[in-house]
């Protein structure tokens, strides 16, 4: 992990191998120390959480969730999209990507498959990239997945909408190479190959 990066609960309750819940409830004991963000998120740096570990003689034995593969769900009905994505993660290393064409398909996945990353159109059939957010925040299971809003559709109004979701990033399309792969290191923790 870089200096930089923070987990949200549920990948430091991973990071730890406890439940999110007692993490919380460290947390609200005063027993560890967290960032919070404006939505209420709390968010751990690795060594303040690997120092809360050795304090309390925990053993961590899997610091990645997945077996450390990042996982990157990216759900868009145009196949070009797709593909762009596919490319540009050619210069990371450690993840692993699937595609869904539709909200309702991304639905699925995120429920069978636990995507660390979901990259999403607005504008698809089924279910709209809109719809499809507040799926996700209102699950306290998958509310911490970090989320990229990637569309060519974002008006004042969509794009208040939208950040009032608590995506991670929004981007423009067409969506620049360059931006894309900034976005990407932003949020995750992967390796450039």
Sequence with gaps: MKKNKFMKTSDAA????????????????????????PGGHYLFSKSQLNAFAAERGMILKNNAAHGGIYRILVIDDDPAFREFVKEAMDVYLGYELKEAEDGIQGALLVGTWQPDLVIVDLRMPNMNGVDFCNFLKK???????????????????????VNQLGVDSIMDKPVRLGTFVATISKISDLELS
Excluded at 14 to 37: C, D, F, H, K, M
Excluded at 139 to 161: F, G, M, P, W
């Design 14 to 37: 991973i990071y730890l191998g406890v439940s999110r819940s007692s993490v919380t409830n460290w947390i609200r004991n005063g027993e560890l120390e967290a960032a919070s963000t």
């Design 139 to 161: 699950d306290k299971a998958t509310e911490d997945v970090n989320i990229i809003v990637a569309s060519a559709y974002l008006s004042e109004e969509v794009r208040e909408e």
